[in-house]
């Protein structure tokens, strides 16, 4: 709450200063009377000392006078609408609002919404120079872009391009209002998850060439801007990383990629293919826009789990289905190989991978299925002593079956289930061999 309550009071000071270069704006231009001869005669608050987080991102990001006022004009529908109410001015000269002040309508909210034309209305007035100047505060090198903070949402379609709405992303709403890293919700507009554990590197296992490869791609997060901008090997290397995992169901992929992002301090996202692979024409590319442009401005790790449904060999076409599946295969090629942040894809398969994708990649790791030894270590980190019977060894166990790491979790489950329902805290050997049997039979083998 106090972080809130600094917030507000912060924003007051800041919305009260843009109503005031929105009202002598609008003075000038129809030429009435004005106590300032320019809009930059009103210096905006000072923000010294203030840590509230709307004045932790001006100054993060070391904005100015124009970059405030676009930015609030972004917020101030979210928070206190009916300050752009003074937009509503009729023209009665032609019967209809006016051309200069930009908006557009809802589907639900009744107020002004602001669109880039607005911003150049209240920032550039008449001045021709200073409205194409504005341009640049909506460049793709622009910190509002890089950072991805706000947009004009440009429409095409021949349209003007200040005509486009003014949209703020929602991850910066929340911290300009709250305060609050806002990290994205699992849904139809995103179809992607964060994933967590609560493990740690002690409790991966994996032979040293695996966690040799591992610790590379560690490296590049650590030393990535090094090698691109102090060494200046920027010039003929891509941003961005791309790997490829590779191997069994259950060897480790999808925990080596959670623990890479904990090591890292990125978010990792777990792109849910059914959701983004559509049947139909254009709707899978831009389900894939979608997940690449919010992830563009942040430090994520994308995780295509599966990722055979979306990224498998091109066909020959010998239809127009084959044609279009062939397509969304070279978009997603082309946005992988632009995306500046890091990729990480996992198929049980490598020879299922399209040639084209793996020839981009900067590491192919191979998961394999863990040894003896490894089977051991997995059995102990997964079940303590304390927790089993007498009668269970666990170098029979490790030595006996050949199992993943993912595999010998779901036996340790399922021994823990029928201990508890024979109302004992201990697992017997004959609980885990009844487990061993069942994960067997998933991939066609036999007891034995």
Known sequence: MDLICSNSRTLDLEMAWFEAVAEVRINLYFKQQCSYKDIYDLPPPSLQGDGSGYATVVRECALGFDERIVLMLALIPHIRPHLLDIFFLHNKNFDRAFTEFGGWKGNTHSGFLPTGQTVSFIIAGEDIGKRLDLMRLFEDEHVFATKGILRIDFRGN????????????????????????????????????????????????????????????????????????????????????????????????????????????????????????????????????????????????????????????????????????????????????????????????????????????????????????????????????????ADVKFEELAEQYELSGGAITNVVRYGAIKALQKNTTVIGRNDLLRGITRELRKEGKTLG
């Open 158 to 389: 021949h349209e003007p391009f200040f005509s486009g709405p003014l949209t703020i992303s929602t991850e910066y709403m929340k911290r300009l209002t709250s305060g609050q890293i806002h990290k994205p919700d699992y849904s139809t507009n995103f179809p992607a998850k964060l994933i967590t554990t609560k493990l740690t590197w002690d409790d991966l296992v994996l032979g040293h060439e695996v966690l040799d490869e591992i610790e590379t791609l560690k490296a590049w997060f650590q030393h990535s801007k090094i090698i691109l901008d102090d060494w200046g090997l920027g010039k003929s290397i891509k941003p961005g990383y791309r790997s490829l995992f590779y191997g069994p169901s259950g060897t480790g992929k999808t925990l080596s990629a959670t623990l890479i992002g904990a090591s890292s301090g990125v978010d990792v996202y777990r792109i849910d293919l059914s959701m983004v692979v559509s049947k139909y024409i254009g709707e899978t590319e831009k389900n894939l826009a979608n997940i690449f442009d919010q992830a563009e401005s942040r430090d994520w790790i994308l995780f295509f789990d599966e990722a055979d449904a979306l990224f498998g060999k091109r066909t020959q076409t010998s239809s127009s289905n084959d044609r279009y599946a062939n397509q969304e295969v070279s978009y997603l090629l082309q946005r992988i190989e632009d995306f500046a942040g890091v990729v990480i894809l996992a198929s049980n398969l490598k020879a299922n991978i399209d040639d084209a994708f793996a020839r981009r990649f900067q590491s192919l790791i191979y998961f394999p299925m863990p040894d003896s030894d490894q089977r051991l270590r997995l059995w102990c980190g997964n079940l303590q002593t304390k927790r089993v019977a």
